[in-house]
């Protein structure tokens, strides 16, 4: 392997990790403090303590996908797997993301719809590029 492929093969695996450990990061949030991450989301606070319950368990579950899908390409990356999958899984999810916002928009408050749109869509839009990326 050349030098040259060399360093760009650490800078993509440096890449994947740093993506890897920013998803796991937000996961754990989402899991651990689901109060504050739901502050961030666009809408209203519940009106009910069953909506409240039901908003933190949604919360808990989109953090226990970005732990899952950050530990799945960190855990490829380990035993030298295809990580691609894990990326385009990830991207996906974002993109899915990125269609709920889209539905709900005119329901939500401006600013963090679109602060929620444009990250939904600059993460795909990342991720997509990332898996290219690692071939």
């Given at each position: 392997?050349?030098?040259?492929?060399?360093a760009?093969?650490i800078?993509?695996?440096?890449?994947?990790?740093?993506?890897?450990?920013?998803?796991?990061?937000?996961?754990?949030?989402?899991?651990?403090?689901p109060?504050?991450?739901?502050?961030?989301?666009?809408?209203?606070?519940?009106?009910?303590?069953?909506?409240?319950?039901?908003?933190?368990?949604?919360?808990?579950?989109t953090?226990g996908?970005?732990?899952?899908?950050?530990?799945?390409?960190?855990f490829?990356?380990?035993?030298g797997?295809?990580?691609?999958?894990?990326?385009?899984?990830?991207m996906?999810?974002?993109?899915?993301?990125?269609?709920?916002?889209?539905?709900?928009?005119?329901?939500?408050?401006?600013?963090?719809?679109?602060?929620?749109?444009?990250?939904?869509?600059?993460?795909?839009?990342?991720?997509?590029?990332?898996?290219?990326?690692?071939?």
């Open positions: 392997m050349r030098v040259s492929e060399l760009r093969k800078d993509v695996d440096a890449t994947v990790k740093a993506v890897a450990f920013g998803r796991i990061g937000l996961g754990v949030g989402y899991t651990l403090t109060a504050l991450a739901l502050r961030l989301w666009p809408g209203r606070p519940a009106a009910t303590e069953a909506d409240g319950a039901l908003l933190r368990m949604m919360a808990r579950s953090g996908r970005d732990i899952g899908l950050g530990l799945g390409a960190l490829a990356l380990k035993h797997s295809p990580v691609r999958g894990w990326l385009e899984a990830a996906m999810a974002d993109v899915a993301d990125a269609i709920a916002i889209a539905i709900a928009f005119r329901h939500l408050p401006r600013t963090k719809a679109f602060l929620m749109l444009g990250a939904a869509l600059g993460t795909a839009a990342a991720g997509r590029a990332l898996a290219s990326a690692v071939g």
